[in-house]
């Protein structure tokens, strides 16, 4: 079954740093694009990242510079590094998977989830 | 950025009815672009891909249609599991960005 398991949301105050992690199994990361989507409390869907299959990263100008996406390929796994967290990070981050043909056959494999909470 | 509008932010139907959301693009963005459906406390689910073809395990009720920068999603016969949100997005640059939901009321 393909399946992506998101942990290391919690709370945190502003400023601090937080590390996602994302489990895939029925595929490989290495073999689709692998994208952080996140929903903040009652609003609507925000792209955060992506890395494609080659390697090369893509930030939301919300997070250039304080996000970074990574995966490891031995480990079939998604990670993305939280640092200087602000109070409107605090939101649902989804792992989710682009099938290898790219974004026009839309973002078919999402997470169940994982919550962020900076507070102060 | 390529800004989607959605529209009607929600609206009310009934079960059985003919339901249409419309998602209009910034920019041409010819066939690329997506619709999810989303229920409260769920992770979204790909419902079209490009436009109009229907992802698989999705019921053939859902169809979209469009190009360019006008779209449409179309419930025929809305089911009592088919009360969501749902959004559409445009995969023709990044960044992807998405509409900002229409929620589907009873």
């Known amino acids: 079954e393909v399946q992506l398991v998101e942990s290391g949301g919690g709370l945190i105050q502003p400023g601090g740093s937080l590390r996602l992690s994302c489990a895939a199994s029925g595929f490989s990361v290495s073999s689709s694009f692998m994208t952080w989507v996140r929903q903040a409390p009652g609003k609507g869907l925000e792209w955060v990242s992506v890395?494609?299959?080659?390697?090369?990263?893509y930030y939301a100008d919300s997070v250039k510079g304080r996000f970074t996406v990574s995966r490891d390929n031995s480990k079939n796994t998604l990670s993305l590094q939280l640092n200087s967290l602000r109070d409107e990070d605090t939101a649902v981050y989804y792992c989710v998977r682009v099938p290898s043909g790219g974004y026009h056959y839309g973002m078919d494999v999402w997470g169940q989830g994982t919550t962020v909470t900076v507070f102060s | 950025d390529i800004q989607m509008t959605q529209s009607p932010s929600s609206l009310s139907a009934s079960v059985g009815d003919r339901v249409s959301i419309t998602c209009r693009a910034s920019?041409?963005?010819?066939?690329?672009l997506n619709w999810y459906q989303q229920k409260p406390g769920k992770a979204p689910q790909l419902l079209i891909y490009?436009?109009?073809s229907l992802q698989s395990g999705v019921p053939s009720r859902f169809s979209g249609s469009g190009s360019g920068t006008d779209f449409a999603l179309t419930i025929s016969g809305l089911q009592p599991e088919d009360f969501a949100t749902y959004y559409c997005?445009?995969?023709?640059?990044?960044?992807?960005?998405f509409g900002g939901g229409t929620k589907v009321e009873i």
């Open positions: 890395i494609y299959t080659g390697g090369n990263t």
């Open positions: 920019q041409i963005i010819n066939i690329r």
């Open positions: 997005q445009q995969s023709y640059t990044n960044p992807v960005t």
């Open positions: 490009a436009a109009s």
